[in-house]
């Protein structure tokens, strides 16, 4: 199996990659509920998916418990769960309240794997001896992939209207707006 990705053409006028091509993922329309994904679990496992959906079940209860203590969540394998909130502000220190809070959300960050690409020399200004010169030394590049994704294959696919390429909106399947608005395309 494979993620399915489809050409996407930047229509933002505003971005410095205006008229590139990328592409980006198609969702099924569909999502994955908590049966369904105990189900799964149970074929993976010794654990029965009855005991599979109870503590999926609870895990919504747990995390917001873990929130209000003002706690992270690590799932190991699958990234880090916090609270992130934008807020109003405040002319004094006075006024700054728990009551500017305005909006709430869960923020994730995948789990990431470091992976060595190369080394590359850099050159850098340091004083020997009171004396300014540039030394050059070796930098070692990593790339930081999502440990979910490590293998997972991508396949490009074309689009509902048979052209292959979509512009503009959000992707095949409600996957929001990817892209549109950015100035890089997204990893």
Do not use: W
Not at 163 to 171: M, P, Q, Y
């Amino acid at each position: 199996m494979s993620q399915k990705v489809q050409k996407y053409c930047n229509t933002n006028e505003l971005s410095k990659t205006f008229g590139k091509y990328f592409v980006r993922p198609v969702y099924d329309e569909k999502f994955i509920t908590t049966d369904e994904l105990a189900d799964f679990i149970q074929t993976q496992c010794t654990v029965k998916r009855s005991d599979c959906k109870a503590v999926l079940d609870e895990l919504g209860a747990a995390f917001k418990h873990y929130f209000e203590l003002g706690q992270k969540i690590k799932l190991d394998s699958i990234g880090i769960f916090k609270v992130g909130l934008s807020s109003a502000c405040s002319d004094t220190i006075e006024g700054c309240t728990a009551a500017l809070v305005k909006k709430t959300r869960i923020n994730f960050a995948p789990e990431t794997t470091a992976v060595l690409k190369g080394t590359v020399e850099v050159q850098r200004p340091m004083k020997i001896n009171g004396e300014a010169v540039l030394v050059t030394t070796q930098q070692q590049v990593f790339s930081h992939p999502a440990t979910m994704l490590r293998d997972v294959r991508f396949e490009l696919t074309n689009d509902v209207n048979g052209s292959g390429i979509e512009s503009g909106g959000s992707s095949s399947g409600g996957g929001g707006s990817d892209n549109s608005g950015d100035d890089e395309p997204r990893p």
